[in-house]
């Protein structure tokens, strides 16, 4: 069964950092790229950042310089260290992981996996 497990969520105040974590199993993490999506209430899950096999990287406009996405292919874990955080980056945050040596797709509907979520609250 393949499965992705977020942790790492919390309340925070504004310019305060947290680290998401998304462990997954039965799928063949090595050779997936790995993401995070956001979902504020009322809008649409939005990309935020991704990570291909090989360790390039893709942001986001709004979080690039701000968030950091990296991966451990030994313990199947991604990670998104989010320092300066602010009220608008309050969400939902989805791990995604999508079979394929090409770039995480940025458009929610053509991802392959979806963890369950964790909320990250950033208060003014």
């Known amino acids: 069964q393949k499965q992705l497990v977020e942790s790492g969520g919390g309340l925070v105040q504004a310019g305060d950092s947290l680290r998401l974590a998304c462990v997954a199993s039965?799928?063949?993490?090595?050779?997936?790229?790995m993401g995070w999506f956001r979902q504020a209430p009322g809008k649409e899950r939005e990309f935020v950042a991704s990570i291909q096999w090989s360790g390039r990287t893709y942001y986001t406009d709004s979080t690039k310089g701000r968030f950091t996405i990296s991966r451990d292919n030994a313990k199947n874990t991604v990670y998104l260290q989010m320092n300066s955080l602010k009220p608008e980056d309050t969400a939902v945050y989805y791990c995604?992981?999508?079979?394929?040596?090409?770039?995480?797709?940025?458009?929610?509907?053509?991802?392959?996996?979806w963890g369950k979520g964790t909320l990250v609250t950033v208060s003014s």
């Open positions: 995604a992981a999508h079979t394929t040596t090409q770039p995480l797709p940025i458009v929610s509907h053509l991802i392959n996996y």
């Open positions: 039965g799928l063949s993490f090595s050779n997936s790229a």
